[in-house]
């Protein structure tokens, strides 16, 4: 099959195709191919060749953009077998076939019913066949081709990532960089000039250009400052066909900003400044301010601000605010209009943020000069001190004197003081103030226990202008008096043991005083010597503020007295001294051997056993009913007892169970014991005493002097043999134990029931050490005397 196409393949033939399809609507523009020759249009000379098969294209071309009436015309198929007769029938497949591109199945002419875009798809690809009319076979095989949709400038540059907004310093020499814009075309890059796009600008000049290839803006002046022009709107153009007329553009908006740079120096408006402050400015305040402007911004603008020379340097300080970056005068030291009226301060203020490339524009600071002029203010009284600290006894009398203020007026009138306390607290009632004096006097009596401190407010006023107040705190000590006796510094329960012994230490008593330790710190114990001498327990002064109560005497019952008394006399170290006395209650109680209190109560002897009535009713409860269950088993064992020997009618078989114990060792009627101690003392074996035997036992046939020799175990086993062969023996099971234990110890009886009486030479105090378990085991051993104890 030949393919013929009325469009180029190849730009050279731009032209040629031009013309072809100017030409399409009246001759079709197609080319008749046959096996043997090829006829031009036109007429032309025949050119005859050797049989061989036409060119094959493999691909159309279609303009994209059609806006025409008629459909495109595309091209043609032709099939060698095709004659002219109307008998080959083509068939087109593929990608918009039957919908954009139809086919005229006799002639094999192809054209476009759409108008097609190039941007949304660039070719589609079909196939086309030849088939025989009648027979509906194929003439040849089925062919691919290509139709590819050629492109024309329909689409102008567009700037997908405008406006821009973008900034450069100023002060930037000139060509420095500022962005790279790009457009794109949607058009075919590799067909004409459709898609090479150039820039130019068309705002922004003469302070910008841009590159007409790549799109670089770049600064076009020297030295743009910022503080001049600050915000720039450039507008780049870019449009396709290399530029040239009748080619498509697009333009975007570039904002420019130029950020700035320290190239301005600070500058103080005025050189000269004065400021008035009153000396009644407190030390620490802010007293004015002052500024130099810069025209710069941000940290460029940053400055500070110092005091360089001046005889206010030590009485005034400057401080920077960072937000509003003015000066700071703040008051270091009180002022005084009757000692200065005036200070001159020389103020500096410097970027701290220096760009040195611009350090010829400098020096970047400035030097102003400030008077400060003080005013006069009338002030209120001022004191000696700024706090004052007295001392007064307490139990004082009221209107003793406690100390004195002094104030006076600092102002040049020296104008008199009147004094007075603000009774703000109910500690300011507890004095009182001479109003010319200042003297600080009591007005209640004080009691140091209670309050050892009290705190004021004096409050001092000009006569001719009480309404300037001034004030000062006063401490006031309370002084200490022996006023208060010793006592005992906690209540004491004291402990003594039954066993204890004489001399033993059984509590450490110590003493406190509610005055301070100038008067009470050291404390003296003692008995009550107008009572008689205790024989039970004494008291010794450790003189060391403590004192040990000791025993007097060996042993203490409780159940002869379990409480004691002790009086104690306490006395302190003060002038004059003071004393006072305490009773110590002594309780006896029982004791383990290392010192533990086990009990305090004298209490009978079940009660100390740790057994409450409660406790003892329930035993003997328990104790009443096992004693009913033992009677009640032993009766209905007694009732269900049957005879040992079973009647001859009775053929049932019946169990039999003996629970009978024997009598003991003294029992010998049950069977003879002795044959079970020593084998050889049993000389003859005797019958079964229940029945009549009629054999003899195997035994009898055993010599006699055998049975020195004879073994336990064999005599068991003949014993056995002889149960087994005997016929008298009754229809039941009959069990036999032998328990021998062997012949009599010659080392004798380890039993303690014949050891002597008399008492043993051996120490058994260390029973004592084992524990309670074994304490009344160590009283019957050991020395020590029984103890009633729970």
């Known amino acids: 099959m030949r393919i013929t196409s009325t469009s180029c393949i190849c730009p050279v033939l731009v032209c040629l195709c031009f013309v072809q399809r100017c030409y399409g609507a009246a001759h079709h523009g197609s080319i008749k191919v046959t096996r043997n020759q090829t006829k031009h249009i036109e007429g032309e000379t025949e050119v005859h060749h050797r049989p061989k098969r036409g060119w094959v294209w493999n691909q159309f071309f279609v303009l994209e953009e059609h806006m025409g009436p008629d459909p495109q015309y595309v091209g043609k198929l032709h099939s060698n077998s095709d004659k002219g007769d109307g008998s080959v029938k083509y068939i087109l497949t593929g990608e918009g076939a039957g919908t954009i591109f139809i086919i005229d199945d006799t002639t094999g002419d192809i054209h476009s019913t759409k108008s097609l875009d190039r941007e949304q798809k660039t070719h589609y690809v079909l196939h086309a066949q030849a088939i025989d009319r009648r027979t509906n076979k194929p003439l040849e095989p089925e062919s691919e081709f290509i139709i590819k949709v050629q492109d024309i400038n329909d689409n102008a540059p567009k700037f997908t990532d405008g406006p821009y907004i973008v900034t450069v310093p100023e002060m930037s020499e000139?060509?420095?960089?500022?962005?790279?814009?790009?457009?794109?075309?949607?058009?075919?890059?590799?067909?004409?000039?459709?898609?090479?796009?150039?820039?130019?600008?068309?705002?922004g000049q003469p302070y910008f250009s841009v590159d007409p290839k790549t799109g670089v803006i770049r600064t076009a002046l020297h030295n743009m400052d910022r503080e001049a022009r600050e915000h720039y709107s450039v507008v780049i153009q870019a449009k396709d066909m290399a530029g040239q007329v009748g080619g498509l553009s697009g333009s975007t908006t570039v904002n420019i900003t130029l950020t700035d740079v320290n190239d301005n120096p600070p500058r103080f408006p005025q050189k000269h400044y004065q400021l008035y402050v009153p000396e009644s400015a407190q030390v620490g305040s802010a007293v004015g301010k002052i500024k130099a402007n810069?025209?710069?911004?941000?940290?460029?603008?940053?400055?500070?601000?110092?005091?360089?020379?001046?005889?206010?340097?030590?009485?005034?300080?400057?401080?920077?605010?960072?937000?509003?970056?003015?000066?700071?005068?703040?008051l270091k030291k009180p002022l005084n209009y009757e000692k200065k009226k005036s200070y001159?301060?020389?103020?500096?203020?410097?970027?701290?943020?220096?760009?040195?490339?611009?350090?010829?524009?400098?020096?970047?600071?400035?030097?102003?000069?400030?008077?400060?002029?003080?005013?006069?203010?009338?002030?209120?009284?001022?004191?000696?001190?700024?706090?004052?600290?007295m001392e007064v006894y307490e139990n004082a009398k009221i209107g003793t004197p406690v100390g004195t203020v002094t104030a006076h007026d600092p102002d040049a009138a020296n104008s008199l003081v009147r004094y007075f306390i603000d009774h703000n607290t109910e500690e300011d009632r507890y004095f009182t103030i001479d109003a010319s004096t200042?003297?600080?006097?009591?007005?209640?009596?004080?009691?140091?226990?209670?309050?050892?401190?009290?705190?004021?407010?004096?409050?001092a006023s000009e006569i001719d202008n009480p309404g300037l107040v001034s004030h000062v705190p006063v401490g006031v000590r309370i002084l200490d008096v022996n006023d208060n006796p010793p006592e005992l510094?906690?209540?004491?329960?004291?402990?003594?043991?039954?066993?204890?012994?004489?001399?033993?230490?059984?509590?450490?008593?110590?003493?406190?005083?509610?005055?301070?330790?100038?008067n009470g710190a050291r404390f003296h114990f003692s008995l009550d010597e107008g009572l008689s001498l205790n024989p039970n327990f004494t008291l010794r002064n450790n003189e060391d503020n403590t004192a040990s109560i000791l025993t007097r005497r060996r042993r203490y019952s409780r159940t002869t007295q379990d409480i004691y008394y002790l009086p104690v006399l306490i006395s302190d170290g003060g002038v004059p001294p003071l004393s006072s006395s305490s009773t110590l209650t002594i309780r006896v109680c029982a004791c383990e051997r290392d010192g533990r209190v086990r009990t305090c109560h004298a209490e009978a002897f079940l009660s100390s056993a740790g057994l409450s009535t409660g406790a003892l009713i329930a035993i003997l409860l328990c104790i009443v009913i096992l004693l009913a269950i033992v009677v009640l088993f032993i009766t209905l064992r007694r009732s269900k007892k049957e005879p040992l020997i079973i009647s001859e009618e009775d053929v049932r078989e019946n169990v039999v169970t003996y629970d009978d114990e024997g009598g003991g060792e003294e029992d010998t009627e049950a069977f003879d014991i002795t044959a079970l101690r020593n084998p050889s003392a049993a000389e003859e074996l005797k019958y079964r005493r229940d029945v009549r035997p009629e054999v003899k036992p195997l035994s009898r046939h055993h010599p006699s002097s055998s049975l020195?020799?004879?073994?336990?175990?064999?005599?068991i086993k003949q014993r056995l043999a002889e149960a087994d062969l005997d016929p008298s023996v009754p229809p039941y099971d009959s069990l036999q134990t032998y328990a021998y234990e062997g012949h009599r110890s010659e080392a004798g009886?380890?039993?303690?029931?014949?050891?002597?009486?008399?008492?043993?030479?051996?120490?058994?105090?260390?029973?004592?050490?084992?524990?309670?378990?074994?304490?009344?085991?160590?009283?019957?051993y050991g020395e020590i005397e029984p103890e009633r104890t729970t």
């Open 489 to 518: 510094a906690r209540d004491y329960d004291v402990v003594v043991c039954e066993n204890t012994k004489p001399g033993q230490v059984i509590q450490t008593i110590t003493a406190t005083d509610k005055d301070n330790s100038e």
């Open 708 to 715: 020195d020799s004879i073994d336990v175990q064999e005599f």
């Open 438 to 459: 200042g003297t600080i006097k009591t007005a209640k009596i004080f009691d140091r226990e209670e309050t050892p401190w009290y705190n004021i407010t004096v409050a």
């Open 749 to 780: 009886s380890i039993s303690s029931l014949d050891s002597a009486t008399t008492h043993s030479d051996q120490d058994y105090n260390y029973l004592g050490d084992w524990g309670p378990e074994f304490k009344k085991l160590a009283e019957l």
């Open 174 to 203: 000139m060509g420095t960089s500022v962005l790279q814009v790009t457009a794109t075309d949607a058009d075919d890059p590799t067909y004409g000039n459709s898609a090479r796009v150039v820039y130019s600008i068309l705002q």
């Open 344 to 389: 001159t301060l020389n103020i500096e203020g410097a970027n701290t943020h220096l760009d040195f490339r611009f350090s010829h524009l400098g020096p970047f600071k400035d030097v102003t000069m400030l008077k400060v002029i003080v005013g006069d203010v009338d002030e209120p009284p001022l004191f000696t001190m700024p706090s004052y600290v």
């Open 294 to 330: 810069d025209a710069d911004t941000g940290s460029n603008a940053d400055m500070k601000y110092t005091i360089i020379n001046g005889d206010g340097s030590g009485v005034f300080s400057i401080s920077t605010d960072k937000e509003t970056r003015e000066g700071i005068l703040s």
